[in-house]
Each structure stands twice: as structure tokens, then as C-alpha cells.
């Protein structure tokens, strides 16, 4: 089937935002920049956020992504060991 001159030409708007093996959002261009759609828990602190580019929303959400991977000493998943 071929292409009616009445549809536009497909176009993308929406940017997968991967960090190393995984798929963590998507990224919306809205005027002037993107808008950030968390897809993991970890992300969830800028989902929504506008960013000026996809530079710098991908360096938020590594930054948000490696933060919340750090483990505390003496601390398992974000709970404190008992004494």
C-alpha cells in the first residue's frame, strides 16, 4: 500500500531516553524543549519536568538514576540495618 499524498510525512516528536541497558522515559519535544515522561521510580522526582535539551535532561536523569543506586553503608534497599 502506498502513501496518499493527502498524509503528511511521519515525523517524530518522541525520544526513548535509555540509561546504559535500560529504557527509563520518554522525552516529548514542546515548543522550544522536551517534556520528560519517567518511566522507572527512580526518575519519578523530574517526571514532567521541561528541559531545555535532550543534553540536559539526559544528564538529569542520569544523575537522578545513579543517585538513587548509591547504597549508604549500613543500609540494605534504603532501610537502615538494625543495631
Excluded at 522550544?32 to 528541559?51: E, K, M, N
Aim: glycine share 8%.
Amino acid at each position: 500500500m502506498s502513501r496518499s499524498a493527502t498524509y503528511p510525512p511521519l515525523r517524530s516528536d518522541v525520544t526513548l531516553i535509555e540509561l546504559g541497558d535500560d529504557a527509563v522515559g520518554l522525552a516529548v519535544r514542546e515548543g522550544a524543549g522536551y517534556r520528560f515522561f519517567a518511566a522507572v521510580p527512580t526518575l519519578s522526582a523530574i517526571d514532567s519536568q521541561l528541559f531545555a535539551s535532550l543534553k540536559a535532561l539526559r544528564q538529569a536523569a542520569a544523575e537522578r538514576h545513579e543517585a538513587s543506586r548509591r547504597v549508604r553503608p549500613g543500609a540494605v534497599r534504603g532501610r537502615a540495618l538494625a543495631a
